[in-house]
């Protein structure tokens, strides 16, 4: 069993940026994948990025293309979302997750364990 507990979210300004961690108990394999969802109020948790935990492929979703960077720390069994550039419509609460599947396909469904989510407000 994999439990995750984010951190760094907050409130900025649009135009800021945020750097969120994701910190992972359990033993975190090769084939695994990290990935990071964010969920706005009324709306259906949305696909941001994913990391494959042994090669550091990365993917990400195309509204956050270029202005957020996910990356791992395998020493420290974290993972971590930078985010750029950063507008009102990225305000939501932002989920990091593991999958053990190995190269799973963006849905929340292909991810097994989940942190509680921290929240980003981004003020216009």
């Known amino acids: 069993q994999v439990q995750l507990v984010e951190s760094g979210g907050g409130l900025v300004a649009a135009g800021a940026s945020l750097s969120l961690s994701c910190a992972a108990s359990g033993r975190i394999f090769d084939w695994y994948s990290m990935g990071w969802f964010r969920q706005a109020p009324g709306k259906e948790r949305e696909f941001i990025a994913t990391?494959?935990?042994?090669?550091?492929?990365?993917d990400y979703a195309e509204s956050v293309q270029g202005r957020f960077t996910i990356s791992r720390d395998i020493t420290q069994n974290a993972v971590h979302l930078q985010l750029n550039s950063l507008n009102p419509e990225d305000t939501a609460v932002y989920y990091c997750?593991?999958?053990?599947?190995?190269?799973?396909?963006?849905?929340?469904?292909?991810?097994?364990?989940w942190g509680q989510g921290t929240q980003v407000t981004v003020s216009s």
């Open positions: 990391i494959a935990w042994g090669s550091g492929r990365t």
């Open positions: 997750a593991v999958s053990l599947r190995y190269n799973p396909s963006f849905g929340p469904s292909e991810y097994d364990y």
